[in-house]
Protein backbone atom coordinates (compact mmCIF):
# COMPACT_ATOMS: atom_id res chain seq x y z
CA UNK A 1 0.00 0.00 0.00
CA UNK A 2 1.50 3.56 -0.95
CA UNK A 3 1.32 6.08 1.51
CA UNK A 4 1.86 9.83 1.49
CA UNK A 5 5.56 9.36 3.18
CA UNK A 6 5.96 7.23 -0.20
CA UNK A 7 5.16 10.28 -2.52
CA UNK A 8 6.90 12.87 -0.64
CA UNK A 9 10.03 10.51 -0.66
CA UNK A 10 10.09 10.34 -4.27
CA UNK A 11 9.17 14.14 -5.62
CA UNK A 12 10.39 15.49 -2.29
CA UNK A 13 9.02 17.72 0.27
CA UNK A 14 9.69 21.16 -1.05
CA UNK A 15 6.92 23.42 -0.11
CA UNK A 16 6.15 27.25 -1.32
CA UNK A 17 4.03 29.65 1.09
CA UNK A 18 2.84 33.05 1.08
CA UNK A 19 1.65 35.22 3.51
CA UNK A 20 -1.32 36.77 4.46
CA UNK A 21 -0.80 39.71 3.29
CA UNK A 22 1.31 39.38 0.16
CA UNK A 23 0.12 40.16 -3.09
CA UNK A 24 -1.66 38.33 -5.66
CA UNK A 25 0.64 39.06 -8.18
CA UNK A 26 3.38 37.86 -6.33
CA UNK A 27 1.71 34.87 -4.93
CA UNK A 28 1.53 33.84 -9.02
CA UNK A 29 5.11 34.94 -9.79
CA UNK A 30 6.25 32.38 -7.17
CA UNK A 31 3.72 29.67 -8.43
CA UNK A 32 5.10 30.31 -12.42
CA UNK A 33 8.48 30.24 -10.81
CA UNK A 34 8.67 27.31 -9.02
CA UNK A 35 6.34 25.81 -11.30
CA UNK A 36 3.52 24.65 -8.80
CA UNK A 37 -0.03 24.76 -8.83
CA UNK A 38 -0.75 26.09 -5.11
CA UNK A 39 1.02 28.14 -2.07
CA UNK A 40 0.25 27.49 1.48
CA UNK A 41 -0.80 30.52 3.60
CA UNK A 42 1.10 30.81 6.92
CA UNK A 43 0.26 32.82 9.95
CA UNK A 44 3.25 32.58 12.60
CA UNK A 45 3.72 29.05 11.40
CA UNK A 46 0.64 27.61 10.97
CA UNK A 47 -1.53 26.40 7.99
CA UNK A 48 -4.29 29.74 7.85
CA UNK A 49 -5.09 28.79 3.90
CA UNK A 50 -4.42 27.72 0.49
CA UNK A 51 -4.01 29.73 -2.68
CA UNK A 52 -4.05 27.84 -6.03
CA UNK A 53 -5.02 28.74 -9.65
CA UNK A 54 -8.62 27.94 -9.32
CA UNK A 55 -9.03 30.57 -6.48
CA UNK A 56 -6.98 33.27 -8.79
CA UNK A 57 -9.30 32.03 -11.82
CA UNK A 58 -12.20 32.01 -9.56
CA UNK A 59 -12.50 34.81 -6.98
CA UNK A 60 -10.17 37.17 -9.00
CA UNK A 61 -10.23 37.14 -12.24
CA UNK A 62 -13.99 36.31 -12.74
CA UNK A 63 -14.39 39.10 -10.55
CA UNK A 64 -12.78 41.75 -12.41
CA UNK A 65 -10.57 42.43 -9.53
CA UNK A 66 -6.73 43.44 -9.77
CA UNK A 67 -4.07 41.07 -8.90
CA UNK A 68 -1.75 43.97 -8.07
CA UNK A 69 -3.95 45.27 -5.74
CA UNK A 70 -5.67 42.19 -3.94
CA UNK A 71 -3.77 40.31 -1.33
CA UNK A 72 -3.59 36.27 -1.17
CA UNK A 73 -6.09 36.67 2.56
CA UNK A 74 -8.53 38.22 0.04
CA UNK A 75 -9.00 35.40 -2.02
CA UNK A 76 -7.46 32.12 -0.45
CA UNK A 77 -9.22 29.00 0.37
CA UNK A 78 -9.22 29.15 4.63
CA UNK A 79 -10.93 25.43 5.08
CA UNK A 80 -7.48 23.52 4.27
CA UNK A 81 -8.24 19.94 4.69
CA UNK A 82 -4.86 18.11 5.54
CA UNK A 83 -3.48 14.65 5.43
CA UNK A 84 -0.56 12.69 7.70
CA UNK A 85 2.14 11.11 6.13
CA UNK A 86 0.78 7.38 7.14
CA UNK A 87 -2.61 8.17 5.20
CA UNK A 88 -3.13 6.08 2.10
CA UNK A 89 -3.34 7.18 -1.19
CA UNK A 90 -6.23 5.38 -1.47
CA UNK A 91 -7.54 7.74 1.05
CA UNK A 92 -6.38 10.81 -0.44
CA UNK A 93 -7.90 10.04 -4.01
CA UNK A 94 -11.42 9.37 -2.45
CA UNK A 95 -10.53 12.90 0.32
CA UNK A 96 -9.93 14.92 -2.90
CA UNK A 97 -12.51 13.39 -5.56
CA UNK A 98 -15.56 14.02 -2.25
CA UNK A 99 -14.02 17.42 -1.31
CA UNK A 100 -13.18 18.77 -5.09
CA UNK A 101 -9.71 19.87 -4.21
CA UNK A 102 -6.17 19.38 -6.20
CA UNK A 103 -3.67 19.70 -3.34
CA UNK A 104 -3.35 18.11 0.16
CA UNK A 105 -1.05 19.70 2.79
CA UNK A 106 0.72 17.12 4.97
CA UNK A 107 1.34 17.53 8.46
CA UNK A 108 2.82 15.93 11.22
CA UNK A 109 2.31 16.91 14.67
CA UNK A 110 1.13 20.31 13.30
CA UNK A 111 3.81 20.52 11.13
CA UNK A 112 3.85 20.82 7.62
CA UNK A 113 6.14 18.25 6.11
CA UNK A 114 5.10 18.18 2.24
CA UNK A 115 1.80 18.56 -0.02
CA UNK A 116 0.87 16.48 -2.43
CA UNK A 117 -1.33 17.35 -5.96
CA UNK A 118 -3.81 15.40 -7.68
CA UNK A 119 -1.01 14.76 -10.17
CA UNK A 120 1.15 12.99 -7.34
CA UNK A 121 -1.83 10.51 -5.88
CA UNK A 122 -2.47 9.66 -9.89
CA UNK A 123 0.78 8.85 -10.40
CA UNK A 124 1.28 6.89 -7.33
CA UNK A 125 -2.09 4.99 -8.22
CA UNK A 126 -1.32 3.91 -11.74
CA UNK A 127 2.24 2.82 -10.25
CA UNK A 128 0.86 0.91 -8.18
CA UNK A 129 -1.86 -0.92 -10.24
CA UNK A 130 0.92 -0.94 -12.94
CA UNK A 131 3.09 -3.11 -9.95
CA UNK A 132 0.51 -5.52 -9.08
CA UNK A 133 -0.48 -6.15 -12.91
CA UNK A 134 3.26 -7.38 -13.30
CA UNK A 135 3.09 -9.59 -10.22
CA UNK A 136 -0.19 -10.80 -11.40
CA UNK A 137 1.23 -11.62 -15.14
CA UNK A 138 4.43 -13.71 -13.43
CA UNK A 139 2.37 -15.55 -11.33
CA UNK A 140 0.20 -16.07 -14.30
CA UNK A 141 3.00 -17.26 -16.36
CA UNK A 142 5.49 -18.84 -13.45
CA UNK A 143 7.86 -16.31 -13.49
CA UNK A 144 9.67 -15.29 -11.12
Known amino acids: ?23 VVDALHTMAEKNVGALLVLKENDVVGIFSERDYARKLVLHGRSPAEAKVKDIMTSDVISV ?18 RHLPVLENRKVVGLIS ?27
Not at 84 to 101: G, Y
Request: proline share 3%; glycine share 4%; aromatic share 6%.
Open 1 to 23: MTTVRNILQDKGNAVWFASLETP
Open 84 to 101: KPEQSIDECMALMTAKHI
Open 118 to 144: IGDVVKAVISEKEYLIKQLENYITGAR
